[in-house]
């Protein structure tokens, strides 16, 4: 599988990367048995990078994680997150360093990778729906980066959702890396928009990340699931999914998804899945992909997605009218 340096970090990271949240949630609910065979092959197929947080399944992911790498004895990149919660909004430096320890204790890791700030990012501060303001995101960084010293994090990054005004302003910061949503409903992390778009305008906050070398980790690649176009939930998922700008609920954006069909029909790809994935790994500003998995076969198929690369540039003029 292809390698892409994740920005400022200077590590080589698979365009494919294994989401280890609650969405996709073989890491949180899954069968231990299954969730070894799936990593392991993750990590034959050439998957280097897996993306957890002390929030998926309340140290679940990063428990469960910790242990299936450690029986593998595999060498992978491991980044997770840090959340504050409302009441850590006035002791922001002590909340990461505790939450950081329990993220190694749990991952069974003496140092992490990548470690982010899990927060969402507006102008002004809102401790009581947990939103974090640019200079909150700066103190965050400051924090990681002690924590580097310290042997704890290797490299540390924000979320690249909430305002994008602020999103902007943060990655002048001094963040390495953005996780940044981006799909077939809503491409506007990545190219211009229409005035009248549909849903929250992102202002091409992944090429400004690229711009200022700050890597790019794209998440909502399959808009929770929406965009394999079935409603249907497999059992270790997450059963309500949240949309992240696109409709205000999942089953709209199912119907949405219906919209992309042509790119079947047209022989561009076998599967929306495989298109929405070809579409955001094909983007060089993007160094590397998630995809929640539920199953050994839905990684299995993005694998193979993955390495088919880039949807041809005939599909992706044929793409634009669909955002209007
Ligand atoms: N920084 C943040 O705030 C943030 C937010 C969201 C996600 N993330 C990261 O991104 C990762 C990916 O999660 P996501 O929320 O962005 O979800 P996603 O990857 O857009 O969608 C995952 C869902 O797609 C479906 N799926 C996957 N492969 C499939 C296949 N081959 N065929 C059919 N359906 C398939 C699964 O649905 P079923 O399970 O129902 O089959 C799965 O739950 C997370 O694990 C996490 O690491 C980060």
Same mark, same amino acid.
């Given at each position: ?168 302003? /943060? $990655?002048?910061?001094? *963040?390495?890396?953005?996780?940044? +949503?981006?799909?077939?409903?809503? =491409?506007? #992390?990545?190219? @211009? ?32 699931? /929406? $965009?394999?176009?079935? *409603?249907?939930?497999?059992?270790? +998922?997450?059963?309500?999914?949240? =949309?992240? #700008?696109?409709? @205000? ?37 993007? *160094? ?37």
């Amino acid at each position: 599988m292809q390698l892409r340096r994740l920005g400022k970090t200077d590590l080589q990271v698979s365009v494919l990367g294994f989401g280890c949240g609650a969405v996709g949630g073989l890491l949180v609910k899954g069968d231990r048995a299954e969730m070894t065979r799936t990593v392991a092959h993750a990590i034959d197929a050439g998957i280097n990078y897996f993306d957890t947080a002390a929030l998926y399944g309340n140290g679940q992911s990063e428990e469960n994680l910790g242990a299936v790498l450690r029986e593998l004895n595999a060498n992978v990149l491991v980044g997770t997150k840090v959340r504050l919660a409302t009441e850590e909004f006035e002791e922001i430096e002590t909340a990461i360093v505790q939450s950081v320890e329990r993220s190694l204790r749990r991952l069974q890791l003496e140092t992490v990778d990548l470690i982010q700030l899990h927060n969402l990012v507006a102008a002004q501060r809102n401790p009581q729906r947990q939103i974090a303001s640019v200079e909150d995101v700066e103190r965050a960084m400051s924090v990681f980066q002690d924590l580097v010293k310290a042997g704890k994090a290797r490299h540390w990054g924000f979320n690249g959702l909430g305002e994008p005004g602020a999103i902007k302003r /943060a $990655l002048h910061s001094r *963040a390495q890396t953005a996780q940044c +949503a981006v799909n077939l409903l809503n =491409p506007s #992390a990545v190219m @211009p928009v229409s005035a009248n778009f549909a849903f929250e305008d992102y202002g091409q906050t992944i090429n400004v990340a690229a711009q200022e070398d700050v890597g790019v980790i794209a998440i909502r690649v399959l808009a929770g699931g /929406a $965009l394999s176009g079935s *409603a249907e939930r497999h059992p270790v +998922a997450a059963q309500a999914v949240d =949309p992240i #700008a696109s409709n @205000p609920n999942f089953a709209d954006d199912v119907a949405l998804a219906q919209r992309f069909h042509f790119l079947l029909e047209g022989g561009y790809a076998d599967s929306l899945v495989e298109a929405a994935i070809r579409f955001v790994v094909g983007n060089p500003n993007v *160094a590397t992909a998630l995809v929640g998995i539920s199953t050994f076969d839905q990684l299995a198929q993005a694998i193979d997605a993955a390495n088919r690369g880039p949807l041809p540039q005939d599909a992706l003029d044929r793409l634009s009218p669909k955002w209007g």
